[in-house]
């Protein structure tokens, strides 16, 4: 998987054209003109030269002559005169009777690179240069793979009907969930590292390695109102994110952010405001799952918004290059109550082998939705506010809750990053068993990341937008938008408390326009159905 091919240079292969015609007995001459077989000039060579023809052609190379002299005088002129005349203005160009010409139209034909990035934003790489080459598809043979195209008639709310838990052996082609659809996965070898760039790759590049749009391009059924189960109507996933306006902070595909300092709960009036273009700071998002959802949550993700991460990865109970996906150990059994195990073995494995090509390292569960521009927007905003680098700062960012007390963490639901310095602490103390509950097995493991971080002296950030609105979600857009505190003599409720410190904002003020992640969108169809109204659908419908 690590072999080079060498690859033969343009010298090489002119040096070897060479030698090939002298070994034919072949000449070049006269500028190209090559001789015949019987090693005469071409026939046209070989005609007498009379002296009337001489005196002709020597008239017009003199008349071509005094032509050319003129014409470069006139250049001269309008390139002068235009200098003089358009101080503060593009000089690139020659004015000439107010028309404006290029000075080498050839030159900006070849450095118009509008056909080739998005309106909006740069991207991270020509989009006409392929990424699987044989050298790349030689260190991943797996480089721009997808499953194959499925063609089906039935309608997407078909999808809908399977329950949350199923693993998609029971829906029907079509629904891109069937695990029979993605076959056996391929063998690794022990000591794989993962390729955690080959979906962001595939992503830039927009297509799969046999040509095919990439992401998958998904049906405009997918814009209607669909219900949790498929229906018509009680579609409130949808009405949040209308009513809250929740829109991508720029293409998936980009590398710079239009970032807003000013947008932070209680900024500074007096502190920077308006739009800046920066670069995108570079994330790597996890997912941990099992091998039963390969076939449809892990590839939904893959199949809509992962390839907005810079990496991506999803540590599971099964390997599989392909997706990537890679099951490593950890201490104790592979189960909900023991997820703080699983949680250290996976910040150990990402420390170990990518910690230094990532500024942070977003990571949430196999039911979570994610709008990477969104977050790589606020990250920027956040660091750029601060005038900080994430990878000497720490910086542990999400949903603050408080438990009670001083027990502060932010919410694993929703997803929580770690800029690179705040992992590189957490690393080195991960082991403390008083501290840092090294050998506890207990499901919070956002709860015990924070406690360890808190003793390292690294706490939460407010995430919230200028207006107070969440970033960070912990349920599904529509739960966010309905939610109301209970009423005298009902039961508490946990969610209220957790954020009796700063309160919750109700209705269409739930949530912010620049919205990050939500939790508890577990169907594979959910994924789509939010992806394409989030980035492919009329807004207006």
């Given at each position: 998987?690590?072999?080079?091919?060498?690859?033969?240079?343009?010298?090489?292969?002119?040096?070897?054209?060479?030698?090939?015609?002298?070994?034919?007995?072949?000449?070049?001459?006269?500028?190209?003109?090559?001789?015949?077989?019987?090693?005469l000039?071409?026939?046209?060579?070989?005609?007498?030269?009379?002296?009337?023809?001489?005196?002709?052609?020597?008239?017009?190379?003199?008349?071509?002559?005094?032509?050319?002299l003129?014409?470069?005088?006139a250049?001269?002129?309008?390139n002068?005169?235009?200098?003089?005349e358009?101080?503060?203005?593009?000089?690139?160009?020659w004015?000439?009777?107010?028309?404006?010409?290029?000075?080498?139209?050839l030159?900006?034909?070849?450095?118009?690179?509008?056909k080739?990035?998005?309106?909006?934003?740069?991207?991270?790489?020509?989009?006409?240069?392929?990424?699987?080459t044989?050298?790349?598809?030689?260190?991943n043979?797996?480089?721009?793979?997808?499953?194959?195209v499925?063609?089906?008639?039935i309608?997407?709310?078909?999808?809908?009907?399977a329950?949350?838990?199923?693993?998609g052996?029971?829906?029907?082609?079509?629904?891109?969930?069937?695990?029979?659809?993605?076959?056996?996965?391929?063998?690794v070898?022990?000591?794989?590292?993962?390729?955690?760039?080959?979906?962001?790759?595939?992503?830039?590049?927009?297509?799969?390695?046999?040509?095919?749009?990439?992401?998958?391009?998904?049906?405009?059924?997918?814009?209607?109102?669909?219900?949790?189960?498929?229906?018509?109507?009680?579609?409130?996933?949808?009405?949040?994110?209308?009513?809250?306006?929740?829109?991508?902070?720029?293409p998936?595909?980009?590398t710079?952010v239009?970032i807003?300092p000013?947008?932070?709960?209680?900024h500074?009036?007096?502190s920077?405001?308006?739009?800046i273009?920066?670069?995108?700071?570079?994330?790597?998002?996890?997912?941990?799952t099992?091998?039963?959802?390969?076939?449809?949550?892990?590839?939904?993700?893959?199949?809509?918004w992962?390839?907005?991460?810079?990496?991506?990865?999803?540590?599971?109970?099964?390997?599989?290059?392909?997706?990537?996906?890679?099951?490593?150990?950890?201490e104790?059994?592979?189960?909900?109550?023991?997820?703080?195990?699983?949680i250290?073995?996976?910040?150990?494995?990402?420390?170990?082998?990518?910690?230094?090509?990532?500024?942070?390292?977003?990571?949430?569960?196999d039911?979570?939705?994610?709008?990477?521009?969104?977050?790589?927007?606020y990250?920027?905003?956040?660091?750029?506010?601060?005038?900080?680098?994430?990878?000497?700062k720490?910086?542990?960012?999400?949903?603050r809750?408080?438990?009670?007390?001083?027990?502060?963490?932010?919410?694993g639901?929703?997803?929580?990053?770690?800029?690179?310095?705040?992992?590189?602490?957490f690393?080195?103390?991960?082991?403390?068993?008083?501290?840092?509950?090294?050998?506890?097995?207990?499901?919070?493991?956002?709860?015990?990341?924070?406690?360890?971080?808190?003793?390292?002296?690294?706490?939460?950030?407010?995430t919230?937008?200028?207006?107070?609105?969440?970033?960070?979600?912990?349920?599904?857009?529509?739960?966010?938008?309905?939610w109301?505190?209970?009423k005298?003599?009902?039961?508490?409720?946990?969610?209220?408390?957790?954020?009796k410190e700063?309160g919750i904002?109700?209705?269409?003020?739930?949530?912010?326009?620049?919205?990050?992640?939500?939790?508890?969108?577990?169907?594979?169809?959910?994924?789509?159905?939010?992806?394409?109204?989030?980035?492919?659908?009329?807004?207006?419908?």
């Open positions: 998987m690590h072999r080079r091919a060498a690859a033969s240079t343009t010298t090489s292969k002119v040096a070897a054209s060479r030698e090939r015609r002298a070994r034919r007995g072949t000449k070049l001459s006269n500028g190209g003109g090559i001789r015949n077989a019987n090693g000039l071409p026939h046209h060579l070989h005609q007498p030269v009379e002296r009337g023809d001489v005196l002709k052609k020597l008239k017009v190379g003199t008349l071509c002559l005094c032509l050319t003129i014409w470069g005088g250049i001269h002129f309008f002068t005169n235009s200098t003089n358009t101080d503060g203005k593009d000089k690139s160009k004015n000439y009777g107010g028309v404006s010409l290029s000075k080498n139209p030159s900006r034909i070849r450095n118009d690179k509008s080739y990035e998005s309106n909006h934003e740069s991207i991270s790489e020509p989009i006409d240069q392929s990424p699987y044989i050298s790349a598809l030689e260190k043979p797996y480089l721009g793979w997808q499953p194959p499925i063609g089906s008639s309608s997407w709310r078909t999808c809908f009907k329950a949350a838990t199923s693993d052996t029971d829906q029907p082609a079509g629904c891109n969930e069937n695990p029979d659809e993605l076959g056996k996965a391929p063998q070898e022990k000591d794989w590292v993962p390729d955690v760039t080959m979906v962001r790759k595939m992503m830039v590049y927009g297509k799969d390695r046999d040509g095919n749009q990439f992401p998958p391009p998904l049906s405009k059924e997918l814009c209607e109102d669909i219900g949790v189960f498929g229906d018509k109507t009680g579609d409130t996933n949808k009405e949040c994110l209308r009513k809250t306006m929740i829109h991508p902070t720029g998936l595909n980009s710079t239009t807003d000013s947008n932070h709960f209680g500074d009036s007096d920077e405001n308006g739009s273009t920066v670069p995108a700071p570079k994330v790597m998002c996890l997912v941990y099992m091998a039963n959802a390969h076939g449809n949550r892990i590839r939904a993700m893959r199949d809509t992962a390839g907005g991460c810079d990496g991506f990865l999803a540590f599971s109970t099964e390997s599989d290059p392909r997706l990537p996906a890679i099951s490593i150990e950890h104790g059994p592979e189960e909900y109550d023991n997820m703080w195990q699983k250290r073995s996976i910040w150990k494995f990402v420390g170990t082998h990518y910690l230094n090509d990532y500024d942070w390292f977003f990571i949430g569960g039911d979570l939705f994610v709008l990477p521009h969104n977050l790589k927007t990250l920027a905003s956040l660091t750029h506010k601060d005038g900080l680098d994430p990878k000497t720490e910086y542990f960012v999400g949903r809750f408080n438990s009670g007390g001083h027990d502060y963490f932010n919410s639901g929703a997803g929580y990053s770690l800029s690179q310095a705040t992992l590189r602490r690393l080195a103390a991960m082991d403390d068993a008083q501290h840092c509950s090294a050998g506890t097995r207990t499901s919070m493991e956002d709860v015990m990341i924070a406690r360890c971080l808190n003793y390292l002296g690294i706490h939460f950030t407010d919230r937008d200028a207006k107070g609105r969440e970033r960070f979600h912990p349920f599904a857009p529509g739960t966010h938008l309905h109301k505190p209970p005298e003599g009902e039961p508490r409720d946990w969610y209220e408390d957790y954020n700063w904002l109700q209705g269409q003020d739930c949530c912010a326009p620049d919205s990050v992640s939500f939790h508890y969108v577990k169907k594979a169809s959910m994924v789509r159905h939010m992806q394409a109204l989030i980035y492919s659908c009329d807004q207006t419908i």
